[in-house]
């Protein structure tokens, strides 16, 4: 995949502007069924410690076992189904690009992807520049096997203190859908700041837990409000915030980054806006949001915030019909923030 160019940028208007409604749209969502299945596998490494695999299972899903807790969306394959999509989301926004950073330019040697999930991007990124070294990490250990020769995962904790000697540091440092499972921002973007070579840049792309429309239709899903509310409420409380992307920019420049730029997108839900990019976004947002609202909602409501698991699954259902209600414009503002240490 290559560099998105400055012209090539999609019909996708950033956060100044209002998405044009499509009147000729019907509303329906039938076209989520062809979207197709993901492509990433979940072959485990022999090589780890038993513990790190002892997943554990709660309300049906799967979830990390390395620092149990501290992550509470689940790891199984219709998880990682799910964020296969946001790859494919984030891919499309950028015009078939993984990055805004000038890396063409940078001619990166050493790569680390914070939080990788399926390890996706940095295979796919491994295209681009095959000469680089690419580490991805996460708290479980759900990437394939058979990988590229240029890239390696293992698991870790992104919010414990980073080891990387300084030969091994970093050219670019990328991350993405952190949102939830950090505790400390400016932490962690410090502990990125040191592990950077001079010149080097961090970049990171994210969506806050937040539903909004230019035209006030939110008013027409007051179920999703309520949710969206209570999953703010829920990270709040265990002290991973899930609505605050519109700091980290600064948060950026207070650790020391300089030339820190800013691009955000609105992302809409359905296809409800003009334009064949949004609509092909707002299709895929759609399924992936509505593959999310469980992963999202199992363990915050019922871990985090005393649901019983009989008011969580009417909550999920309620959202669900929310979510397909045709005369609600929504989005969500999806983030690209980078900046480099001088």
């Known amino acids: 995949m290559s560099e998105p160019t400055p012209g090539s940028r999609m019909e996708q208007s950033q956060s100044d502007a209002a998405l044009v409604v499509d009147a000729e749209n019907t509303g329906d969502f039938d076209g989520d069924s062809a979207l197709g299945d993901s492509v990433a596998g979940s072959l485990l490494s022999a090589s780890l410690a038993p513990s ?23 790891n199984d394959e219709q998880e990682q189904d799910r964020l296969d999509m946001l790859h494919h989301i984030f891919c499309l926004i950028l015009d078939g690009g993984l990055y805004k950073a000038p890396l063409v330019e940078l001619k990166p040697q050493r790569i680390l992807d914070m939080g990788t999930g399926t390890g996706i991007w940095p295979i796919d990124l491994s295209q681009d520049f095959p ?18 020769p240029n890239v390696r995962f293992y698991v870790d904790d992104l919010e414990s203190a980073w080891a990387y000697p300084e030969a091994e540091h970093f050219d670019y440092i990328h991350g993405r859908a952190l949102i939830g499972s950090i505790t400390h921002w400016k932490q962690l973007f410090t ?43 829920g990270c709040d409380i265990i002290k991973k915030p899930g609505n605050n992307a519109h700091l980290l920019k600064g948060y950026m420049e207070e650790v020391g980054f ?32 509505v ?52």
């Open 52 to 74: 790190v695999l002892d997943y554990k299972y709660e309300n049906g899903r799967r979830y990390h076992a390395y620092h149990e807790g501290k992550y509470v969306l689940p």
């Open 191 to 233: 502990e990125a700041f040191n592990n950077l070579k001079p010149g080097g840049v961090l970049e990171i792309q994210e969506y806050p837990c937040t539903v909004n429309s230019d035209d006030d239709t939110t008013k027409l899903v007051p179920e999703m409000m309520k949710w969206v509310e209570k999953l703010n409420e």
């Open 258 to 289: 300089v030339d820190v730029k800013q691009e955000i997108y609105k992302v809409p839900i359905g296809k409800w806006a003009k334009g064949r990019k949004n609509k092909e976004l707002g299709l895929f947002y759609h399924a992936q949001a």
């Open 131 to 148: 000469e680089a070294t690419i580490l991805g990490n996460d708290l479980s250990a759900i990437q394939p096997t058979w990988v590229p």
């Open 291 to 342: 593959d999310s609202i469980e992963a999202l909602t199992l363990a915050l409501y019922t871990r985090v915030l005393g649901f019983s698991a009989k008011e969580t699954q009417v909550t999920i259902e309620q959202v669900k019909k929310d979510l397909r209600h045709p005369k609600a414009h929504l989005y969500v503002p999806f983030y690209f923030i980078w900046g480099r240490k001088p």
